[in-house]
């Protein structure tokens, strides 16, 4: 139990376009969801929380309009680069939290999604 | 969330134990001792978690020292498919469930 998706695995955009990346619960409803980003070599890096039906909440110097997230059902986040350029190329992973009644699991985490800009 | 500290890399022989430190001195009371994998190009994969006793599960063990502010991941027989990098990581109850990621230590096993 506790699988999570990404879509898609990989992607290739030119420059100024938008990519849309989709992170799914599939067998279990996720109060709370995380999108991290990872540059070659180094560790992950927290972007922003989102809890169902409310606001993304953005870590400090990630730009919430041009990483827009939209958190609609307790099984779905999309994270959306907007106007990408090269510098946005990297690994995006997303990770979900699920509740059962009063306890809060640990997260699991989507295989992550390549995203190169050229 | 605590700071944690751990070896850039370690190596190990196939099929014998591993023994991955932690360093958390500054860990307080109420924060729970997270470990995860990451296997290149995939997403990090939970291995266990405890707070005080010590815990195993079908992936490994985990030994918590009995000030709390060490503790060794342990790998009873390891494999190809283990070489990873292991993150420990410390997350408290007021922490909305955040992780904060460290470096990591990169696992190499030796066939």
């Known amino acids: 139990g506790a699988v999570v998706s990404q879509h898609p695995s990989w992607v290739i955009c030119k420059s100024g376009t938008s990519v849309k990346i989709e992170c799914r619960s599939l067998?279990?409803?996720?109060?709370?969801m995380f999108w991290y980003r990872q540059f070659p070599k180094q560790s992950l890096m927290l972007m922003a929380t989102?809890?169902?039906?409310?606001?993304?909440?953005?870590e400090q110097g990630v730009e919430k309009d041009k990483f827009l997230i939209n958190h609609a059902s307790l099984t779905l986040s999309t994270l959306t680069v907007t106007s990408a350029h090269p510098e946005d190329s990297s690994f995006y992973i997303c990770?979900?939290?699920?509740?059962?009644?009063?306890?809060?699991?640990?997260?699991?985490f989507g295989p992550g999604t390549r995203l190169t800009v050229l | 969330d605590a700071k944690t500290t751990q070896p850039n890399s370690m190596e190990s022989n196939e099929e014998e134990p591993v023994h991955l430190p932690c360093n958390h001195s500054?860990?307080?009371?109420?924060?729970?001792i997270h470990w995860y994998r990451q296997l290149p190009s995939q997403g990090p994969e939970y291995v266990i978690h405890?707070?005080?006793?010590?815990v195993n599960n079908r992936m490994a063990s985990l030994a918590i020292a009995e000030d709390r502010k060490s503790s060794t991941l342990i790998l009873h027989r390891a494999t190809l498919r283990d070489a990873a990098v292991y993150y420990c990581?410390?997350?408290?109850?007021?922490?909305?469930?955040?992780?904060?990621w460290g470096a990591g230590t990169k696992l190499i096993i030796k066939p």
């Open positions: 990770s979900a939290t699920r509740t059962t009644g009063t306890k809060t699991d640990t997260q699991y």
């Open positions: 067998d279990f409803q996720a109060t709370t």
């Open positions: 989102s809890n169902e039906g409310s606001k993304a909440t953005y």
């Open positions: 500054t860990i307080s009371g109420t924060d729970y």
């Open positions: 405890g707070l005080t006793s010590n």
């Open positions: 990581i410390l997350r408290g109850l007021d922490s909305n469930y955040q992780l904060i």
